[in-house]
């Protein structure tokens, strides 16, 4: 029985996901468990596979071999269903320019058949706990890279998904933002998924209850930041990653 | 699936208006079809009941015109990496597709209606042939379908709106223009079979047809199968490029 509740929590799974490009191996069989209410980050230096994998997990690539499934359906056969349960946001260039911050949000709101109380509800809901309330007539290509940040995830949080995706979510952001914003993402990794990658250690210890660190598309650590500072006690988080990625190489 | 194209269509024809596109395109055609109609199609010299000085070069300016329409429907998605944000949201390939290509059509179906009023000052004036016009326009409908459908596959193939308008310029024309005729000859079939086979393929042969008003299944066939052949080999396209 506990087993069986183990089973139904490992709400992300990944097995010997692969993905080349060309002879290129961008992702070489890894394999993870997520469980809810756990909020990962994915760590590694440029080049390891972060994006790759990201897109594997939001099914915008598809894996050379391996499959992941997310609440038990396979991503590749129910493709559509799992995509309901992601809110996904890419590194750059997700945001559409001529359309004002409250229209990208209904547009996105629309694509997933959100509307009515629900809408206006989680518009409300986003709107309020981003800060967006003083841009939301501006049309994004005025915005700051903060706000235009900001936007991204409020797109992603419209449908109040079970897993997030996030690709270096507080680049651009001022300390104040990235403070207000790392809080938010907190409470909210309480009861869902929040899977994030970064290259800034302080907000892995910060936000992240585990890491997992790639290098060369290979997954060398799947720790907690804690146990990651522990390997090498005489230094700090920076050091071991520092450690691991050049031990490896 | 219905509400998901909707909303792509919506999006996609607010993009075209509330820039200057639009109005810039609708200006450019309605200018060089009445000068053509009126100055090289010889509108007041012919028998032209049936519009056909109007008609006759439409297939030409919707070569220039189209590709200015489809041109950034998916390049500019490539090039700024919105195509990403919209192909991890849960909606199928198809719907998305199907959007931007009836944006696209309707921007067309806007064009047209501009030229309206000619039929019109045609039956206060003179005794016009209404049920060949009609056919005319089917004509040219069907024309404008298969280009925008043509215009959209050739976007998806390319990161750059200004390499996608001139390619599908090229390809457009050489689809106007193309008689297969000497192709078919060089593989020595008879000569009846030679003559339906590159008639079949010729887009002219069939505009011709509905614009005289000999529409027939045939000729609705033909362009109708250029719009699926089309949309297909687009969600391939970007089904491709996402793997």
């Given at each position: 029985m506990v087993e069986q509740n183990k089973e139904r929590n490992k709400m992300i799974v990944a097995k010997n996901l692969c993905k080349n490009y060309g002879r290129i191996q961008a992702v070489n069989n890894v394999n993870f468990c997520?469980?809810?209410?756990?909020?990962?980050?994915?760590?590694?230096?440029?080049?390891?596979?972060?994006?790759?994998?990201?897109?594997?997990?939001?099914?915008?690539?598809?894996?050379?071999?391996?499959?992941?499934?997310?609440?038990?359906?396979?991503?590749?056969?129910?493709?559509?269903?799992?995509?309901?349960?992601?809110?996904?946001?890419?590194?750059?260039?997700?945001?559409?320019?001529?359309?004002?911050?409250?229209?990208?949000?209904?547009?996105?709101?629309?694509?997933?058949?959100?509307?009515?109380?629900?809408?206006?509800?989680?518009?409300?809901?986003?709107?309020?706990?981003?800060?967006?309330?003083?841009?939301?007539?501006?049309?994004?290509?005025?915005?700051?890279?903060?706000?235009?940040?900001?936007?991204?995830?409020?797109?992603?949080?419209?449908?109040?998904?079970?897993?997030?995706?996030?690709?270096?979510?507080?680049?651009?952001?001022?300390?104040?933002?990235?403070?207000?914003?790392?809080?938010?993402?907190?409470?909210?990794?309480?009861?869902?998924?929040?899977?994030?990658?970064?290259?800034?250690?302080?907000?892995?210890?910060?936000?992240?209850?585990?890491?997992?660190?790639?290098?060369?598309?290979?997954?060398?650590?799947?720790?907690?930041?804690?146990?990651?500072?522990?390997?090498?006690?005489?230094?700090?988080?920076?050091?071991?990653?520092?450690?691991?990625?050049?031990?490896?190489? | 699936m219905t509400k998901q194209w909707q909303t792509i269509f919506k999006k996609e024809t607010l993009a075209f208006f509330e820039g200057m596109q639009a109005w810039v395109i609708l200006s450019a055609y309605i200018v060089l079809s009445m000068f053509i109609t009126f100055f090289i199609g010889g509108f007041f010299s012919l028998n032209n009941a049936g519009l056909f000085s109007y008609f006759y070069f439409q297939p030409y300016i919707l070569a220039f015109i189209i590709p200015a329409v489809t041109m950034r429907l998916w390049s500019e998605e490539r090039k700024t990496g919105t195509l990403e944000f919209l192909l991890t949201q849960p909606i199928p390939l198809l719907s998305i597709v199907l959007g931007k290509f009836l944006s696209s059509w309707f921007m067309c179906l806007c064009m047209f209606l501009l030229s309206t009023p000619l039929w019109l000052g045609l039956n206060l004036d003179f005794e016009a042939d209404n049920l060949n016009i009609l056919s005319g326009y089917i004509g040219i409908i069907l024309v404008a379908g298969s280009f925008c459908a043509l215009g959209c596959l050739i976007s998806s193939f390319c990161s750059s709106p200004a390499v996608s308008y001139l390619l599908s310029l090229g390809i457009l024309l050489f689809f106007c223009m193309a008689d297969f005729t000497s192709a078919f000859q060089k593989l020595h079939f008879s000569p009846i079979v030679e003559n339906k086979l590159s008639s079949m393929l010729n887009l002219e042969y069939h505009y011709q047809d509905i614009i005289t008003g000999q529409i027939g299944t045939d000729n609705i066939v033909f362009f109708v199968l250029i719009i699926i052949l089309s949309l297909g080999l687009n969600t391939l396209s970007i089904e491709y490029k996402r793997n």
């Open positions: 997520i469980s809810k209410g756990e909020i990962v980050s994915l760590l590694g230096p440029n080049g390891a596979g972060k994006t790759t994998l990201m897109r594997l997990l939001t099914g915008y690539a598809e894996p050379t071999s391996g499959e992941v499934s997310i609440f038990g359906q396979n991503l590749k056969t129910q493709r559509l269903s799992c995509l309901k349960k992601i809110g996904y946001v890419p590194e750059t260039g997700f945001l559409y320019p001529d359309m004002s911050v409250a229209d990208f949000l209904r547009y996105t709101a629309d694509l997933r058949g959100i509307s009515g109380a629900e809408f206006v509800e989680n518009f409300r809901n986003v709107v309020e706990n981003l800060e967006l309330k003083s841009v939301i007539n501006q049309k994004i290509e005025t915005l700051s890279k903060g706000f235009k940040r900001r936007t991204g995830i409020a797109a992603a949080l419209i449908h109040n998904p079970e897993v997030l995706i996030l690709d270096e979510p507080t680049e651009g952001l001022d300390p104040n933002q990235k403070f207000s914003l790392r809080s938010y993402l907190k409470s909210y990794g309480q009861d869902k998924i929040i899977i994030i990658s970064t290259h800034i250690m302080e907000e892995v210890e910060a936000m992240a209850g585990r890491v997992i660190l790639l290098n060369h598309g290979k997954l060398v650590k799947d720790t907690s930041p804690q146990e990651l500072k522990e390997l090498f006690p005489e230094h700090d988080i920076e050091t071991a990653f520092y450690k691991i990625t050049s031990e490896v190489e | -």
